[in-house]
């Protein structure tokens, strides 16, 4: 499957984003899918995960009560709705999918197709 993210830009603290993954060569129904984000000079970091079916999703303690993930499978596209942003947030953000099982699977090795990034930046 070949994901490509969009919606990143420029917000202010305290404002929303919505960023979405579109996937084309694969359904995503197929997959496991999870948002991790990097910010410079920095490791890559989960944020958020949903499970192939959507019935399961995680999220770092850090975003957790913010940012939601879901999934449409008729627009084969997942999306990570992003409230409430800090400057903390600012990072490079990555979508990626795993076919290993249908769980929301938080850490980064497990995935195996990657969109490239979009950069968020929240101005305080």
């Known amino acids: 499957v070949q994901l490509q993210a969009s919606g990143g830009g420029l917000v202010q603290a305290g404002g929303s984003l919505t960023l979405s993954c579109g996937a084309s060569?694969?359904?995503?129904?197929?997959?496991?899918m999870g948002w991790f984000r990097q910010a410079a000079g920095k490791e890559r970091e989960f944020v958020a995960a949903?499970?192939?079916?959507?019935?399961?999703?995680n999220y770092a303690d850090s975003v957790k009560g913010r940012f939601t993930i879901s999934r449409d499978s008729a627009q084969n596209t997942v999306y990570l709705q992003m409230n409430s942003l800090k400057p903390e947030d600012t990072a490079v953000y990555y979508c990626?999918?795993?076919?290993?099982?249908?769980?929301?699977?938080?850490?980064?090795?497990?995935?195996?197709?990657w969109g490239q990034g979009t950069l968020v930046t929240v101005s305080s």
């Open positions: 949903i499970s192939r079916r959507g019935g399961s999703t």
């Open positions: 060569g694969d359904t995503i129904s197929n997959y496991g």
């Open positions: 990626a999918a795993h076919d290993l099982s249908g769980r929301a699977l938080t850490s980064s090795s497990w995935y195996d197709s």
